[in-house]
């Protein structure tokens, strides 16, 4: 059977739409998806629709813009996160650079991610230097 399958990257959480707006900010070039034609927002797609507001944040979608790397998808669950990821995104950022050039990059996304909710779990080195991160929801993920 030659079935080709697409991969698609599901997270877990609490409030979908913020984590899915952290992860548009934290990895360029992923957006919503535009909404369904006829609609000027999801929202207002969600209204015609008859979807109560109190279901409307259950899931978000994030595509890549240039159709190249997996959907991020995130559903909302009733239980909170309660141990390490086992599985986690690397953010690579320091493509081809080595040495302080490396360790200059990293830092400054670093700070980027940290100004849009996210937080330093640990600092790790050598041989390579990686920074171990937190999302708003406390996932992990490593910038790379």
């Given at each position: 059977?030659?079935?080709?399958?697409?991969?698609?990257?599901?997270?877990?959480?609490?409030?979908?739409q913020r984590l899915a707006e952290?992860?548009?900010?934290?990895?360029?070039?992923?957006?919503?998806?535009?909404?369904?034609?006829?609609?000027?927002?999801?929202?207002?797609?969600?209204?015609?629709?008859?979807?109560?507001?109190?279901?409307?944040?259950?899931?978000?979608?994030?595509?890549?813009?240039?159709?190249?790397?997996?959907?991020?998808?995130?559903?909302?669950?009733?239980?909170?996160?309660?141990?390490?990821?086992?599985?986690?995104?690397?953010?690579?950022?320091?493509g081809g650079l080595s040495g302080?050039?490396?360790?200059?990059?990293?830092?400054?996304?670093?700070?980027?991610?940290?100004?849009?909710?996210?937080?330093?779990?640990?600092r790790r080195s050598p041989p390579?230097?990686?920074?171990?991160?937190?999302?708003?929801?406390?996932?992990?993920?490593?910038?790379?």
């Open positions: 059977m030659n079935v080709e399958a697409e991969v698609q990257v599901a997270f877990d959480c609490a409030d979908p952290f992860w548009a900010e934290a990895i360029p070039g992923y957006a919503f998806p535009p909404p369904p034609e006829g609609h000027l927002s999801w929202e207002g797609w969600a209204e015609g629709e008859g979807i109560p507001e109190a279901e409307r944040n259950v899931m978000r979608v994030l595509i890549d813009q240039c159709g190249k790397r997996p959907a991020l998808y995130f559903q909302r669950v009733p239980e909170s996160k309660s141990a390490k990821n086992r599985l986690h995104l690397d953010v690579k950022i320091s302080e050039e490396r360790g200059q990059r990293i830092e400054e996304e670093v700070v980027r991610l940290m100004k849009l909710g996210a937080t330093v779990v640990e390579e230097r990686w920074v171990v991160m937190a999302d708003v929801e406390g996932n992990e993920f490593c910038v790379v």
